[in-house]
């Protein structure tokens, strides 16, 4: 029996070959982690939004029996819901004295989980439900 007849053929898959699939996955990571970031923020701004919402609502039935939104707070766990944007959104009530039947609630986005990275930046909403993100009118936002 010859040797050359017991010899068998290795297949597999040289250095540059695998150099470019790797070069191809992390071109594509590179492309899909940011787009990845930006749908995790706007989802963390809805919730944030939703909780506007809520605390209006809050305000509003406070305004029917008090006649006045002066004295009005938001609550002390600062979230109507659990699973809440909070940790990515200080929210801030403003009330007056001067003008009591104003209020202004502020959601202001935090360094937590790149939160402050957002396009919309700060959101606001007041009694006269005027929407406003990043200090402008913006409907893409809100």
Excluded: W
């Amino acid at each position: 029996m010859r040797m050359n007849s017991l010899k068998h053929q290795v297949g597999g898959f040289t250095l540059i070959e695998l150099m470019i699939v790797v070069a191809v996955v992390a071109i594509l990571a590179a492309i899909a982690y940011p787009s990845y970031q930006d749908a995790v923020r706007k989802s963390r701004r809805g919730q944030a939004k939703a909780d506007l919402v809520e605390y209006v609502q809050l305000a509003e039935r406070f305004h029917t029996t008090q006649n006045t939104y002066f004295g009005f707070a938001l609550p002390v766990t600062k979230s109507p819901r659990e699973t809440s944007a909070t940790a990515y959104y200080n929210l801030t009530l403003t009330t007056s004295a001067a003008t009591p039947n104003t209020f202004t609630i502020t959601a202001t986005p935090q360094t937590a989980g790149g939160q402050n990275r957002d396009t919309c930046g700060t959101l606001t909403i007041n009694q006269a439900n005027v929407r406003t993100a990043g200090g402008a009118s913006n409907p893409n936002c809100f």
